[in-house]
C-alpha cells in the first residue's frame, strides 16, 4: 500500500516521509533532553486518531504510518543521543527536496500536519494538563524551522 501522492518517489524518499511522524515526535519530546513515556503515548494517540479524523487527503498516509509508527518511534528513542536533534533536523530538512516531488497541496496538508503533531507532542508532558510545559527550546522547534 502507497499513498498515491508518492508515486514519483523514490522508495528511500517514501520511507522518509512515512517515517517523519516519529523524527517530528523525537525531535520535538527530546528538546527538554527527556523522552518520557507521556509524548511517546500520546504520538501515537494522535498518530492513531488521524487515521480518520485528518484531512480526508491525509488518512490513507497515517493508516500507513501507524502501521509501524511505535515500532519506528521506539527505535529512535533507543538509539537517542545527544546529537540526535542535529540529526533528525538533518533527515527532516530532506523532506523539502520531497515536497517539490509531490501535489503542492498535498504537501500543504502534510507539513501542516506536522506541525500540529509537533504541537501536540510539545504539550504532551508536564504542567497542568500539558498547559505550561512548553520550554523555550521546544517552542523554537515546534514550527519544524527546518522545513520550509
Known amino acids: 500500500m502507497a499513498v498515491k501522492y508518492f508515486q514519483n518517489l523514490t522508495q528511500e524518499e517514501a520511507a522518509l516521509m512515512y517515517k517523519a511522524p516519529a523524527?517530528?515526535?523525537?525531535?520535538?519530546?527530546g528538546a527538554d533532553k527527556n523522552i518520557d513515556k507521556k509524548e511517546k503515548d500520546w504520538a501515537a494517540k494522535v498518530v492513531n486518531y488521524r487515521t480518520f479524523t485528518a484531512q480526508p487527503k491525509l488518512q490513507?498516509?497515517?493508516?500507513?504510518?501507524?502501521?509501524?509508527?511505535?515500532?519506528?518511534l521506539n527505535n529512535l528513542v533507543d538509539d537517542w543521543s545527544a546529537d540526535s536533534e542535529k540529526e533528525i533536523i538533518h533527515e527532516l530538512s530532506q523532506t523539502n527536496s520531497i515536497f517539490d516531488k509531490i501535489d503542492p497541496e498535498y504537501a500543504g496538508y502534510l507539513k501542516a500536519s506536522w506541525r500540529s503533531l509537533a504541537e501536540k507532542v510539545a504539550g504532551a508532558s508536564g504542567g497542568l494538563l500539558g498547559l505550561g510545559s512548553v520550554d523555550k527550546h521546544e517552542r523554537e522547534l515546534i514550527g519544524l524551522p527546518m522545513i520550509d
Open 23 to 29: 523524527l517530528v515526535t523525537v525531535l520535538i519530546a
Open 60 to 72: 490513507e498516509y497515517y493508516e500507513i504510518v501507524q502501521k509501524t509508527f511505535e515500532e519506528t
